[in-house]
């Protein structure tokens, strides 16, 4: 059973708008993600020749590879956005909200 602490912090009006807050950015980068590997799977399946495109005239390098390492790329980039947001915004108003919480 939650404790009276857990109780007020849950029912805090900051601390929802935190959770809301955070949750609406990380379904928006996990949209993102989706939207990036699930797009590169689709044109795999639907338009092989696209990726099997030279970069350029007498090239053996596909528009397949620096594609493909664009969305590691894209994850990685948006696992800092997340990273940075939460070390930035998310953490210190918990901690704030925590701290106000146990002294209250």
Do not use: C
């Amino acid at each position: 059973m939650a404790s009276e602490l857990t109780q007020r912090i849950e029912k805090n009006a900051q601390y929802q708008h935190l959770i809301k807050t955070r949750n609406a950015l990380g379904w928006r980068l996990t949209l993102a993600v989706f939207a990036a590997y699930y797009g590169f799977i689709l044109v795999v399946a639907f338009d092989k020749q696209l990726f099997a495109t030279p970069l350029a005239a007498g090239m053996t390098t596909t528009w397949g590879i620096p594609l493909g390492i664009g969305i590691i790329m894209l994850t990685v980039v948006l696992t800092a956005v997340y990273v940075r947001k939460a070390n930035r915004e998310f953490d210190p108003a918990l901690r704030q909200i925590l701290e106000k919480e146990v002294q209250s």
